[in-house]
């Protein structure tokens, strides 16, 4: 079949498949809760033998968020307190923060940052299988899944760094992947998130998304999937139902091998772990709201950074004006420390947008470029140590000794 028609089939049936599949609420197939299947902690992390605690973060609007601290094999957590600097690590869209350990504690950033001496703090966003609570919403009511990234950056970051300071009296570095630098982005842009944080390192930054050019993101955007999706009544996105199961054999037969899949939903990658796909896959693809869909495709769409687009008449009642505010990244202070990776092959963070983003913040970020790499090769590449976690390391050093020299 020519390629061409391959993914328009491919948009057109995943379209169908989508709206169906989130639907079929009675053969829906699920990764059980944390509840249900043990924490974090005891799956992912003592195992590889890290010393791992589980704590939970409420949001001003009620979500129960679950943060695992992480030390190194040989360290002690309570001895690093005030000793160790923190860092949170912020996943992508439907993704948990179990994303930094799926590969070899060689290999996995979330292990190599403990074994080099950080404070590890891992977040886990509100509607994941790691952070389903809530204080009076159910997750099977409509109104749990009411937000999208605006709230994710705005709630759920909020409190992560309100939580981990008040545990270690020290302002956490951050690094984000994909939607956690949208998260982080959006924040540091706020003047009562930005004193919160020493430094950011982003993976694969994103806050235009108007030259997406990853093959399915952008059919998806063409059929209006999100709209399909809001007027089917659809609030929770799982990609575990029965209709996507079937969905992927249908892609795997069509692309002859399930992990070209990756490659039409994000861009070429070049150095992803195939090995170990098998393993991925028994924890991601986590949920997400179908509100938080349709603000990144408001982004594809529109080319713009900015809160929910709810509608003139709504917008001026929630916003005091007919179109949603946009996040000015010139409000960044300029003395911020940031370092940036991103590939030349990526198909969602594209350079082009990338280079949108320096030109609105008001200094230059240090700049890590790989050239061969995709959007899933920053996460699970089997030298991204080598290629990028190493060079991140170092700017979080050179801040480190920026203020100590300082102090």
Known sequence: MNQYYRHLLSGVLLSLFL??????????????????????CDELIRPAGYPCIEHTAQTTDGYLLALQRVSSRHGNITSNVGQAPPVLLLHGVFMGGDCWFLNSPEQSLGFILADQGFDVWVGNVRGTYWSRGHIYLSEDDSKYWDWSWQELAMNDLTEMLHFIHAETSSKPFIVGHSQGTIMTLAGLTQPQIVQMV?????????????????????????????????????????????WSNK?????????????????????????FNNSRLDFYLEYEPNPT????????????????FARYDYGIFKNYKLYGQTTPPVFDLGRIP????????YGGQDGL??????????????DQAKLHYVDRYGHADFLYGTRAKQDVYDDLIGFFRSVMARHSATA
């Open 198 to 242: 020493e430094a950011a390192a982003l993976l694969c930054p994103i806050s235009y998304l108007d030259h997406v050019s990853a093959t399915i993101p952008r059919q998806l955007v063409t059929f209006h999937v999100d709209k399909l999706i809001v007027a089917a009544g659809i609030h929770e996105l799982n990609l575990r139902g029965k």
């Open 247 to 271: 969905l992927l054999g249908f892609l795997c037969d069509q692309y002859k091998h399930c992990d070209n899949i990756l490659n039409i939903l994000t861009g070429y990658n070049c150095c």
């Open 334 to 341: 300029d003395s911020f420390p940031l370092w940036m990776g």
């Open 349 to 362: 963070a594209d350079p082009a947008d990338f280079n949108h983003t320096l030109r609105e913040l008001r």
């Open 289 to 304: 709201s179908a509100k938080n869909l349709a603000h990144l495709f408001q982004m594809i769409r529109k080319g713009t």
């Open 19 to 40: 709206v169906a599949g989130f639907t079929d609420g009675e053969s829906r197939i699920r990764l059980p809760a944390p509840s249900n299947r043990g924490s974090m």
